[in-house]
T-cell receptor
């Protein structure tokens, strides 16, 4: 049931774009995205509820393709502060989230 | 400011010893969760509670126990039956069960190691 994230790791230069994918083998009710800095608590980024819905937060946006059971996180013109591990959490209306294994993003100057 | 407080930040356990990790929230959230995180891995759910005096096992509940006697408190006990307890433990809460734009808020975590 654990969603699969890809890629596992990505290295960028400042200003470059990245896409992180989260795929589920089961139908999703919603997808949550979080970012975690090393040794810190995960920080909430956004929730996607409806199929095809896109949400944005500054230069970070996401889409949710209900038919494909997949969500993608888009980081545009990346900044050094974007570095960290990104997790998707999938909700099957069970009262709990199941998190992917994470994607480590490193942004270099 | 409202938030989730986990204590202690670092904890050491001796062989055969039970230890309890504290999690307190003043966000008036109904649901609370415990996750375990190992290096390079995602968050795995240990236990969760949607209401006072009720809780459910997550994916890796063996060797752990919890209680939910108060809305604001959800302590986790790592028992001696947990043979590999070294990990980063995160507590989270959300306003209610996962419906309609309800993010989880995380504490700063407790790092547990074996002596």
């Amino acid at each position: 049931q654990q969603p699969v994230q890809s890629p596992q790791a990505v290295i960028l230069r400042e200003g470059e774009d990245a896409v992180i994918n989260c795929s589920s083998s089961k139908a999703l009710y919603s997808v949550h995205w979080y970012r975690q800095k090393h040794g810190e608590a995960p920080v909430f980024l956004m929730i996607l509820l409806k199929g095809g819905e896109q949400k944005g937060h500054e230069k970070i946006s996401a889409s949710f393709n209900e038919k494909k059971q997949q969500s993608s996180l888009y980081l545009t013109a990346s900044q050094l502060s974007y570095s960290g591990t990104y997790f998707c959490g999938t909700d099957f209306q069970s009262g709990k989230l199941i998190f992917g294994q994470g994607t480590t993003l490193q942004v270099k100057p | 400011d409202g938030g989730i407080t986990q204590s202690p930040k670092y904890l050491f356990r001796k062989e055969g010893q039970n230890v309890t990790l504290s999690c307190e929230q003043n966000l008036n959230h109904d649901a609370m969760y415990w996750y375990r995180q190992d290096p390079g891995q995602g968050l795995r759910l240990i236990y969760y509670s949607q209401i006072v005096n009720d809780f459910q096992k997550g994916d890796i509940a063996e060797g752990y126990s919890v209680s939910r006697e108060k809305k604001e408190s959800f302590p986790l006990t790592v028992t001696s039956a947990q043979k590999n307890p070294t990990a980063f433990y995160l507590c989270a809460s959300s306003p209610r069960t996962l419906t309609l734009n309800q993010p989880q808020h995380f504490g700063d975590g407790t790092r547990l190691s074996i002596l």
